[in-house]
């Protein structure tokens, strides 16, 4: 019969899992614990209880009806985990209990709550582990798995086994793992993974060890009737494994699931092993045996080495030897010592690795032992003693030797103060003193090794341990010992070693620093302070050592008497570090507090008893306030720094000028601007008669700080009295120079400091006001001509020529009148001032009347026979100054007349010197750049003379064998000579040579004979050059006969003359370009055309990719004159223009920059590129490459909007494709300038208002960006021209403007948005000429759409309703459009109504009718009463402005309809601030001067109105730049009055809120006395900074809260991190004596963090579970502490009412539950605090902080009692 296939399979599935699960279940499952053995009556204790085998375990024994205390780290896993047990087996004495095995200090508290609240212990399973995690370590360094799976277990039984013991019968079972046996052995050198570490292993060594440590221990509970046993439960499937690789991997997981299901034991089954250990009765008494599958399981060799175990026993011990209590009671104690005793003697004598370590374990024992022997009452054996004291050394040696003390060093200590205790009580015992001396000997000696040679500063730490046990001790030093330990302690202090002076200091050497070095000498501290004196300290450090030895200080007053220390306080204070600031404010509080509470008497320059202590209270408010970076807190305070500066007058002397000038340093080096302004106005304002600046060192404070300070741009900025600073800095300093010795210091620190150029100006200015008490000298004036020529010769050349003119004016104002004196400084001066002192500017003149007496100045001159070593700029310079007083003398000629022979016998001398020679060529060319400038017509004539006379001399000596161009040098000198002709040729303007007569074919031979071709090319070039400078076009023509343009046009040279000379080399290729450029730029273009326009191209591109700079202006110049044959070419082109634009904006910071980008201008936008359309792409690519650039380069976009002007003159604009938006961008052209920009602009327009300045030949930078839109003005008059060009220019503008309002973002005033907005309306405004009806249609909507919408600048809404009321002047037909406009606004925005009655009252004014007045008034007076105020001022000030104008124009008819509402107006005037308003808004120009018809002017559009409506000063363009550049009629230059250039800005300001407020120019200064702000410092109970608790945390807390006694707060049951925080920091500010938190984890948490701010450093802190708040509250309760609850109880105490005791206790409840009510009935009382509102309860750190500060007034703080 067959079977169905479904049944078959169903039988199948049904027999696999049924024979599965028996497999699981009893295969692998093994046996269970079946007995019914009760464990009624017995306490265990499960380590890991929270899950897996400890969870089946706990539940097991509790279902046996066991009390089991579950152990856990997790408490929440806990407590979950003890809810399923208690449900499950229904026994409610499960407990939970916090106890983390990673953490012994969780272990201790654990053992200790066990010890007091369990009265037994009966079973003790170490079930807990971790397995192969990632490398940790535990809180003490151990590592994690060692740690939790031996060492927490090891110490948990340890602490335990006392409570273990009385509990006998009991059972200790430690939980291991099979992985043992992969353990070969102990690793006694690596036990903690240090060298290496691997997962596995590390776990196969702890399980080793828990074996290890078991059979130990059972050995140890010999006869004791506890039993220590294993048990190894199998393979369990459980949470330990979470750390396996298969964990992290999902498809690991999904294969390996069900294989472990299948191949592990469950948790409950795992643990039935571990029942039967602790509960069969057959084990009784076994012990040291391991159990698995219920039976006894043999171990490996590894595990049964008793040797290992003894050793791990030792080393467990050691890792934990503060918590190892004696394992044997009172009775075995002798017998315990007695072996211990003998177990030191043999180690002594071992050397070996396992006897060192037993060695120190075993003296552990002993010390432990030794503390113990005065409350037992038992006496010890003398060579006990002795045995102690020398394993103490050899440990102490062993330490020494290793340079290691972090592991050993407390069983030494410990050891040390046993054994001085016994050498105190037991004097007769001279060996063990001898003993201990030499170990004070050897400790010394170590200790000033360490310091010495910056050693190990852990074992300087424990010999300074070890000493301050004999110091405390009394324990007597010999001298040598003393003499070491002084040097020890003072080499600490003396190199800075931080952490080893704060134990100095805070250990009980502090009484070595107060000892006397000797007899009859000052105590230690002297010492030291005069050590750290000389020593290589900062001040910071040196300042560290005194805050921390200030104590000692005190003691020793005579370092008050020192000036040094007062200096080295003084010096600190300008320490721009606040941990510095902070050590010296705390060390002058401790300075003045200790000298007041002494009443010391110092006789010292720079600190004055008695004592004003008000005078310093308010000097440390000022400093401490001047820390702040809050600008309006030390603002408060600075006034008091006036009262400051009167206490040190030389009539009160209440206070040294130093200290005050120390206050001035610091305020001038503030963050905030404002107050370093007000600081440096302050000081210039002293009376330096009064203040005794130059008495007390103030010259230093003036020529460092203050110039320091000085260099600060900002402070000349108008808008920050930068001219007042001015005249205070005149008048200071030239009080300064008549007081005392103070002229060179003053000009030193001057001319040796690197000013930038506004600040150079600024204060060359008030130099150049200055009169020296002593005239300057030639020493002087060389400073200075080396500070112009390495300082200012770098400056921007408007602000250098204003430098060099204000020096020039100081120095001949100072300058003595002996004629030498004027010889000497001017020989040294003329170099320095290529701009300030040339003729023709404003002191030419000035300084030739002081030559008119040098006549003895020509001589040395011609006597020079080696005129190489002068100087020809010199040279011309005395012979032009002086020529016209040697006229009549005949001896004015001297110089020209030997440069003449010279030259002319230069061919025949052979011998000549080149320096000489090239002195005369050089020397012409100075006298000839200034020979139409310096001469009379006479005078003129004859130097003109002369100078044609050299030009034949000059060509001979070039074709002459004078010039050897056969190297680089040769070459460039040739080069040299050829330039120096052009200059004076072209300086002469000579236009026909009859003198010179030039061979084209004879120039061209003399270039035949050089035997390098390349020499060859480059001569002839410069030939070339120089009969294009003769102008001798037929001659050159006829030169190339003989020379083609293609052997020119190349740089195709040697290129190993330029690794030679590469500087020579790149001279010569420099001059080769030019000259051949040159050249090529006067060819015919049918020559070019016809012979090389490829070759021209190509060599273009040549020069351009080359590195030569400063030829490239004749490149492109030859490109230029060559682009209409090129043009053609459009990709060539192309890349040549990219390729220029590349070249030359890399060239920006160099001087040929400008000259190139003028060219490179001329080139792009040549006439013939502009016309064609095929280049339009790539001239919108370079116009918006040069506007971008613009932004940063000031001045740049001035070049292009010069040559389109000039190329608009010979086009018309139509032919120009892009000719709009050119025109376009230069009139809304205008970047936003940084500050110093503006600063800087503000001195330019200063220079450029000096009357005869020569820098008036450069364009003014701060006019560069208006030149730039005056010009763009220029081009649109053409553009008008045009109807169609008008019209798309309007259009372009109204789609800029349509473009910013789509940011839809509110702008400031001045911001680019504003500006922008501003520049549009003004070209709109000028397009309103070229207007039609169309146009006027469309502008008008568009102008009321944005007054009706937008909310504008002012100076944008006036232009806006300008262009309005033009337009509806000139066009009637279209008032029915506005006044619908008007209409509509008034519904959709009232706030833009004042605009639209500003222009109805405009427009009626400029034609006065009696219709128009009615209409207008029958629009705008509903608005007189409306509720928007802004409307219902504007309202009432147009109808004021046209009742006027009526009357004026004797409009009866109005007059007598409106009367009443004007009457009613007039009677409101002195009612409310309304009218008052609308009176001053009459006062504005906008009503009381301004025209639309009469201003309409280029002057009113880009000055007037920008000034008046304060727009920033960059957009004001003066009248006179307009004139300059516009001759139009297009537009009227200037108004047709005066009215509105005379009127100033409105000092009223409209906010469109609710109310208009005046400003008050000239506020009432705030005066000095007051309160102010002061932050609080409580310097006396804390060292200056926190630098010390990162060091030694614990002693300065011990330190602040050694007092007992105190508040205390118990915020366990807050779970909040703000209220925590915010509570801490209310502790720490009112001294509460502890603060407790559920956990300490809160503080790490950031919230709390933001609001204690680092308080929970400075206060005690402990960690109480909410579970366990109530026996803690118990054990307060016996200490004598009274419990009061904050909270609202049925039988609380009012807050006012409740007194409360010294030990007061403060619970707080939960934010939400408040405080539980078993914890409730614990307290004494209960405090509510009263309340009025409706709210039910205050915020519980409120509440807290109210309590806090009540008992604050009771017991800590002193308040005066209220009348």
């Known amino acids: 019969m067959k079977i169905p296939t479904p049944i078959f399979w169903g039988s199948f599935i049904g027999t696999a899992l049924g024979g599965t699960i028996i497999f699981k279940e009893y295969v692998i499952g093994g046996k269970q614990y079946t007995k019914g053995t009760s464990a009624k009556g017995l306490t265990a204790v499960v380590t890991g209880a929270s899950s897996g085998i400890g969870k089946a375990l706990a539940r097991d024994l509790a279902m046996r009806g066991a009390r089991v205390i579950m152990a856990c780290r997790d408490d929440e896993k806990c407590y979950m985990a003890r809810r399923d047990i208690v449900m499950e087996t229904k026994n409610q004495h499960v407990v939970c209990r916090t106890c983390d095995l990673s953490s012994q200090e969780s272990v201790r508290e654990f053992a200790a709550r066990m010890n007091n609240e369990e009265l037994q212990v009966n079973i003790l399973v170490n079930n807990a582990g971790v397995m192969r995690c990632p490398q940790s370590l535990t809180k003490e360094g151990i590592e994690l798995q060692l740690g939790v799976n031996h060492m927490g277990h090891f110490l948990l039984t340890n602490l335990l086994l006392t409570k273990i013991k009385a509990s006998k019968p009991a059972r200790i079972i430690s939980v291991i793992s099979i992985a043992y046996q992969k353990a070969p052995s102990m690793h006694f050198e690596d036990l903690n993974s240090e060298r290496s570490y691997n997962p596995e292993d590390a776990y196969n060594q702890s399980q080793l060890a828990n074996i290890l440590f078991t059979r130990e221990l059972a050995k140890r509970l010999a006869g004791t009737h506890v039993t220590a046993n294993c048990v190894n439960p199998g393979t369990v499937n459980t949470e330990i494994t979470r750390h396996l690789a298969y964990k992290n991997s999902f498809l690991g997981q999904l294969i390996a699931t069900p294989i472990l299901w299948l191949m592990t034991k469950s948790a409950r089954q795992g643990a039935q092993t571990i029942l039967y250990a602790a509960l069969d009765e057959n084990l009784e008494g076994v012990s040291g045996r391991c159990f698995s599958n219920m039976k006894e399981h043999s171990l490996s060799d590894a595990a049964m080495d008793d040797e290992a175990a003894h050793r791990l026993w030792i080393t467990s011990e050691r890792m934990v030897p503060d918590d190892i209590q004696l394992l044997l009671g009172r009775k075995d104690f002798r017998v315990y010592l007695q072996l211990l005793v003998q177990r030191l003697c043999r180690d002594l004598d071992n050397d070996t690795a396992v006897h060192k370590e037993e060695l120190l374990c075993t003296l552990s024992q002993l010390t432990m032992c030794f503390s113990l022997i005065e409350s037992w009452e038992t006496e010890v054996n003398c060579d006990a003693v002795t045995s102690i004291a020398q394993a103490v050394m050899k440990c102490f040696s062993y330490l020494t030797h290793e340079k290691s003390a972090d592991k050993n060093q407390n069983v030494i200590l410990k050891a040390m103060k046993a054994l001085l205790i016994w050498s105190a009580t037991n004097p007769e015992s001279t060996a063990v003193r001898q003993d201990l001396a030499s170990l004070a000997h050897l400790t010394m000696k170590t200790l000033l090794s360490e310091t010495q040679e910056d050693g190990n500063e852990e074992m300087s730490i424990l010999c300074l341990r070890v000493l301050e046990c004999f110091v405390s001790s009394n324990f007597s030093f010999s001298s040598c010992d003393w003499s070491i330990l002084f040097s020890s302690i003072k080499s600490i202090f003396t190199t800075g070693n931080k952490?080893?002076?704060?134990?100095?200091?805070?250990?009980?050497?502090?009484?070595?620093?107060?000892?006397?070095?000797?007899?009859?000498?000052?105590?230690?501290?002297?010492?030291?302070?005069?050590?750290?004196?000389?020593?290589?300290?900062?001040?910071?450090?040196?300042?560290?050592?005194?805050?921390?030895?200030?104590?000692?200080?005190?003691?020793?007053?005579?370092?008050?008497?020192?000036?040094?220390?007062?200096?080295?306080?003084?010096?600190a204070l300008k320490s721009q570090e606040l941990q510095v600031t902070k050590r010296v404010v705390y060390l002058l509080k401790k300075c003045i507090e200790t000298v007041q509470q002494k009443q010391i008497q110092i006789s010292c320059e720079l600190f004055w008893t008695p004592l004003s202590v008000d005078v310093w209270l308010n000097y440390f408010l000022v400093l401490e306030t001047l820390e702040e970076k809050q600008a309006h807190i030390v603002s408060s305070v600075l006034p008091k720094l006036e009262s400051l500066i009167h206490c040190a007058t030389k009539q009160e002397q209440k206070i040294h000028t130093s200290w005050i000038l120390a206050l001035f340093w610091k305020a001038m080096r503030h963050d905030n601007f404002q107050i370093v302004l007000w600081t440096v106005m302050h000081f210039l304002k002293l009376s330096v008669k009064a203040f005794p600046i130059f008495d007390q060192g103030g010259e230093t404070f003036i020529t460092d700080s203050l110039l320091e300070v000085l260099r600060l741009e900002p402070l000349y900025a108008k808008a920050n009295q930068g001219p007042e600073l001015r005249e205070l800095l005149t008048t200071f300093f030239q009080d300064c120079l008549n007081l005392g010795n103070f002229q060179s210091k003053l000009l030193n620190a001057f001319f040796k400091t690197k000013w930038s150029g506004v600040v150079c100006f600024h204060l060359s200015y008030v130099m150049s006001h200055l009169k020296l008490p002593h005239p300057i000298d030639s020493a002087d004036v060389f400073l200075m001509r080396q500070f112009l020529l390495e300082v200012v010769s770098r400056y921007e050349p408007y602000l250098k020529v204003g430098c060099q003119c204000n020096l020039l004016c100081f120095i001949f104002g100072n300058l003595a009148e002996e004629p030498l004196s004027y010889e000497s400084c001017l020989k040294n001066l003329y170099l320095s001032f290529p701009s300030g002192l040339q003729p023709g500017s404003k002191y030419w003149d000035e300084h030739l009347n002081l030559f008119s007496?040098?006549?003895?100045?020509?001589?040395?001159?011609?006597?020079?026979?080696?005129?190489?070593?002068?100087?020809?700029?010199?040279?011309?310079?005395?012979?032009?100054?002086?020529?016209?007083?040697?006229?009549?003398?005949?001896?004015?000629?001297?110089?020209?007349?030997?440069?003449?022979?010279?030259?002319?016998?230069?061919?025949?001398?052979?011998?000549?010197?080149?320096?000489?020679?090239?002195?005369?060529?050089?020397?012409?060319?100075?006298?000839?750049?200034?020979?139409?400038?310096?001469?009379?017509?006479?005078?003129?004539?004859?130097?003109?003379?002369?100078?044609?006379?050299?030009?034949?001399?000059?060509?001979?000596?070039?074709?002459?064998?004078?010039?050897?161009?056969?190297?680089?040098?040769?070459?460039?000198?040739?080069?040299?000579?050829?330039?120096?002709?052009?200059?004076?040729?072209?300086?002469?303007?000579?236009?026909?040579?009859?003198?010179?007569?030039?061979?084209?074919?004879?120039?061209?031979?003399?270039?035949?004979?050089?035997?390098?071709?390349?020499?060859?090319?480059?001569?002839?070039?410069?030939?070339?050059?120089?009969?294009?400078?003769?102008?001798?076009?037929?001659?050159?023509?006829?030169?190339?006969?003989?020379?083609?343009?293609?052997?020119?046009?190349?740089?195709?040279?040697?290129?190993?003359?330029?690794?030679?000379?590469?500087e020579l080399w790149n001279k010569a290729i420099s001059d080769f370009v030019r000259n051949t450029w040159e050249v090529f730029a006067i060819l015919s273009m049918e020559r070019i055309r016809t012979d090389a326009p490829q070759i021209l191209t190509s060599y273009g591109l040549q020069c351009l990719q080359a590195s030569v700079r400063d030829p490239l202006v004749y490149v492109l110049h030859g490109i230029y004159i060559i682009v209409p044959v090129l043009k053609e070419d459009v990709s060539m082109l192309r890349d040549m223009l990219r390729l220029t634009w590349t070249t030359v904006f890399e060239s920006r910071k160099c001087e040929f920059f400008w000259k190139g980008m003028e060219h490179f201008i001329k080139v792009t936008f040549h006439l013939d590129i502009l016309m064609s359309n095929i280049y339009l792409t790539v001239l919108q690519e370079m116009w918006q490459d040069l506007l971008i650039a613009s932004d940063g380069i000031t001045g740049l976009l001035n070049i292009a909007a010069l040559h389109l002007d000039q190329v608009l003159s010979h086009l018309r604009p139509e032919d120009v494709p892009f000719i709009i938006e050119m025109t376009v961008d230069l009139l809304l052209f205008g970047p936003m300038h940084r500050k110093d920009q503006r600063i800087y602009f503000e001195a330019c327009e200063e220079i450029e208002a000096i009357q005869d300045h020569p820098a008036h030949a450069i364009a003014s930078p701060h006019l560069r960006d208006a030149e730039v839109r005056i010009l763009g003005v220029k081009i649109l008059s053409q553009i008008m021209e045009t109807e169609q060009l008008a019209k798309e220019a309007l259009h372009l503008l109204l789609a800029r403007w349509e473009s910013l309002r789509t940011l839809n973002h509110r702008h400031f005033a001045n911001s680019s948005h504003h500006r922008t907005q501003h520049r549009i309306m003004q070209a709109i405004l000028l397009l309103y000429p070229s207007f039609v009806d169309t146009t006027s249609s469309v502008v008008l909507e568009w102008g009321c759409r944005c007054l009706a919408s937008g909310n504008p600048q002012p100076s944008v809404r006036y232009m806006q309703e300008w262009l309005i009321v033009l337009i509806l002047n000139s066009r009637s037909e279209l008032h029915d459009t506005f006044y619908t406009f008007m209409s509509k606004a008034s519904v959709d925005r009232i706030g833009g109504m004042g605009s639209f009655v500003s222009i109805l009252c405009h427009l009626v004014c400029l034609k006065p009718s009696t219709n128009a007045m009615e209409r207008a008034f029958s629009e705008i007076l509903p608005w007189c009463m409306s509720q928007h105020f802004s409307a219902r001022v504007y309202a009432q000030a147009a109808i004021l402005k046209m009742w006027?104008?009526?009357?004026?124009?004797?409009?009866?008819?109005?007059?007598?309809?409106?009367?009443?509402?004007?009457?009613?107006?007039?009677?409101?005037?002195?009612?409310?601030?309304?009218?008052?308003?609308?009176?001053?808004?009459?006062?504005?120009?906008?009503?009381?001067?301004?025209?639309s018809l009469q201003h309409y002017s280029l002057q009113t559009i880009y000055n007037d109105l920008p000034r008046l409506a304060q727009v920033s000063r960059d957009e004001w363009i003066p009248l006179s730049v307009i004139k300059l550049h516009i001759h139009s009629t297009k537009w009227p230059l200037q108004s047709q009055n005066e009215d509105l250039a005379n009127s100033s800005s409105a000092i009223w300001i409209l906010k469109q809120a609710t109310k208009v407020e005046i400003d008050d120019p000239h506020p009432e200064k705030k005066s000095s006395e007051g309160n102010v702000q002061k932050k609080l410092i409580p310097w006396k109970a804390l060292l200056p900074d926190l630098e010390a608790l990162e060091y030694f945390p614990t002693p300065l807390q011990e330190k602040k809260f050694a007092s007992t006694g105190g508040l205390i707060l118990v915020a366990s049951l807050v779970s909040k991190s703000t209220n925590l925080g915010g509570l801490c920091r209310t502790c720490e500010v009112f001294g509460v004596s502890q603060l407790v938190l559920a956990s300490f984890k809160y503080i790490d948490d950031p919230q709390f963090q933001s609001l204690s701010v680092t308080a929970e450093k400075w206060i005690s802190m402990l960690e109480v579970k909410p579970d366990m708040v109530a026996g803690y509250l118990r054990k307060m309760k016996t200490g004598g502490y009274t419990m009061v609850g904050v909270e609202q109880a049925a039988s609380s105490t009012q807050l006012g009412q409740m007194i409360f005791p010294k030990k007061t206790l403060l619970l707080l409840g939960n934010e939400r539950e408040g405080i539980p009510m078993e914890l409730l009935n614990m307290m004494d009382t209960c405090v509510e605090i009263p309340q009025v509102g409706v709210i039910r309860s205050l915020n519980v750190h409120v509440s807290g902080a109210l309590l806090i500060w009540e008992y604050a007034k009771q017991h800590m703080l002193k308040l005066p009692e209220l009348p």
């Not at 134990?503 to 009484?511: M, Y």
């Not at 009866?1452 to 009218?1475: A, C, M």
């Open 1444 to 1491: 006027k104008v009526a009357e004026d124009q004797c409009l009866e008819d109005t007059l007598k309809q409106y009367r009443p509402i004007h009457t009613s107006i007039q009677n409101q005037q002195n009612i409310g601030t309304l009218s008052k308003n609308a009176d001053k808004l009459l006062q504005d120009f906008y009503f009381q001067s301004f025209n």
């Open 853 to 1062: 007496q040098l006549h003895h100045v020509i001589a040395p001159i011609s006597a020079n026979d080696d005129w190489k070593d002068a100087d020809p700029k010199y040279v011309a310079f005395i012979m032009l100054s002086t020529m016209e007083s040697l006229i009549e003398e005949k001896q004015h000629l001297i110089v020209m007349d030997l440069i003449i022979d010279t030259l002319q016998s230069a061919p025949l001398r052979l011998y000549l010197s080149e320096g000489k020679l090239d002195f005369c060529i050089k020397t012409l060319v100075e006298i000839s750049l200034c020979l139409d400038l310096a001469l009379k017509e006479s005078s003129f004539l004859i130097i003109r003379q002369k100078l044609l006379e050299c030009l034949p001399y000059i060509y001979e000596i070039l074709t002459s064998s004078c010039f050897p161009c056969n190297d680089l040098k040769g070459l460039n000198r040739f080069n040299m000579w050829m330039n120096s002709l052009e200059m004076i040729i072209r300086s002469l303007q000579i236009e026909h040579l009859h003198k010179v007569i030039i061979s084209s074919a004879h120039l061209y031979s003399l270039n035949q004979g050089h035997p390098n071709q390349h020499f060859q090319r480059m001569v002839l070039a410069s030939s070339l050059r120089l009969l294009h400078i003769l102008g001798m076009q037929e001659k050159l023509n006829e030169a190339f006969r003989y020379v083609t343009i293609e052997e020119l046009a190349t740089l195709d040279f040697d290129s190993s003359l330029r690794a030679e000379e590469p």
């Open 499 to 571: 952490k080893l002076a704060i134990f100095v200091v805070q250990s009980e050497l502090r009484s070595v620093i107060l000892r006397p070095i000797g007899k009859d000498e000052p105590s230690f501290i002297i010492e030291i302070w005069n050590t750290l004196q000389n020593s290589s300290l900062t001040h910071a450090e040196v300042l560290w050592n005194l805050c921390i030895l200030f104590d000692a200080i005190a003691e020793e007053i005579h370092i008050f008497h020192d000036p040094a220390f007062w200096e080295t306080l003084q010096k």
